[in-house]
């Protein structure tokens, strides 16, 4: 049997995942500091808007809204105890929207890092890590997610532990880190070497890539060495929405609907089969990536020139020549998933 997101590939080629979830969140009332996953108890109305939102701007893949659902992340918030049944939750909302829909949808049940560092530059050891993992895996899955969707990673190992701990729950799934780091992960992982993550394990990833990061510019460069160290992959981007500019106390993002309907055009063309929107990305933005993606016919690979011509410069080769730190901060990237 096909799994899900190979079978809908199949049909279409290339799938459109969603857009931001705590950029969007904030914009219905979360405040900075507050955990989105509570929400799914305390507010299920509002999350189920934000995944209805997205399926009617033509999104084909939809994550859960638990990003930060292990236990590591929820005891901030006194939640720990509380992980099966938030990411229960979160699947069973992102599931009930899906299956209203009148095409396939597949739901992916977000998995972020722990926020806590591995062995031995820190304390938690990779069996743990398993661990913590496969508790939320189980509850997403409890819930009806199709895929545990492993996102926003800088260290190998943490991938491997949640890979893992994806296997032995019993569910497929896909990873993408986020190169932020003068085109690299902050633990070093470079773009060409992500195909290599999770080799040995029993079960091979179903697509693998890059999200979040800084701009639309720099996620397709890590896209286009992606393709060439492994031109048959399932690739996926999920980049954010133009580049992140404090106003006051605010991060704001500077892509428009038609910066990132040409985003999914030169992504399309550098090879990826999967793309979305991160940190930023709007209804709006999702709908018109959506226009360009059915109207658009794969063309040649494109030069890093045309890119930058295009959309913009990149931010990373600026911070990596100048050391002038363009990410948004990382409480922002972890806590809101885009």
């Known amino acids: 049997m096909l799994n899900p997101i190979d079978a809908l590939l199949a049909e279409k080629g290339v799938l459109l995942a969603d857009g931001a979830t705590g950029t969007n969140l904030f914009d219905m009332g979360l405040v900075s500091g507050e955990a989105p996953e509570l929400w799914n108890e305390t507010a299920p109305e509002k999350i189920a808007a934000l995944h209805q939102g997205f399926v009617d701007a033509g999104a084909d893949i939809i994550l859960t809204n638990s990003f930060g659902g292990t236990r590591h992340r929820l005891k901030l918030h006194d939640a720990q105890d509380r992980v099966f049944e938030l990411n229960r939750l979160a699947a069973e909302i992102a599931c009930d929207v899906a299956a209203s829909a009148d095409r396939k949808v597949v739901v992916a049940g977000s998995v972020g890092p722990t926020g806590e560092l591995l062995q031995p530059l820190g304390a938690l050891t990779y069996d743990d890590a398993v661990e913590a993992f496969a508790e939320q895996i189980e509850g997403l899955k409890a819930g009806g997610a199709e895929v545990a969707w492993i996102e926003t990673m800088s260290s190998p190992e943490e991938i491997?532990?949640?890979?893992?701990?994806?296997?032995?729950?019993?569910?497929?799934?896909?990873?993408?880190?986020?190169?932020?780091?003068?085109?690299?992960?902050?633990?070093?992982?470079?773009?060409?070497?992500?195909?290599?993550v999770t080799d040995g394990l029993a079960a091979a990833p179903l697509g693998v890539g890059a999200n979040c990061g800084v701009g639309a510019s720099d996620i397709l460069a890590s896209l286009f060495d992606m393709t060439e160290a492994a031109p048959a992959a399932t690739v996926i981007v999920k980049g954010n929405c133009g580049i992140p500019e404090f106003r006051g106390t605010e991060i704001h993002y500077s892509g428009t609907p038609e910066l990132m309907a040409e985003y999914v055009r030169l992504a399309v063309d550098g090879g990826a089969r999967i793309i979305g929107g991160c940190c930023g990305t709007s209804f709006e933005h999702l709908n018109a990536m959506r226009l360009a993606l059915d109207a658009h016919h794969k063309g040649a690979r494109p030069a890093l020139e045309t890119v930058i011509e295009r959309i913009g410069p990149m931010r990373n080769k600026i911070a990596s020549e100048s050391g002038a730190a363009s990410a948004p901060p990382r409480r922002e990237r972890r806590r809101a998933r885009g």
């Open 160 to 196: 491997r532990a949640a890979a893992e701990a994806a296997i032995r729950v019993g569910l497929p799934y896909t990873f993408t880190a986020s190169f932020d780091t003068a085109g690299r992960t902050m633990m070093g992982l470079a773009p060409k070497d992500i195909h290599a």
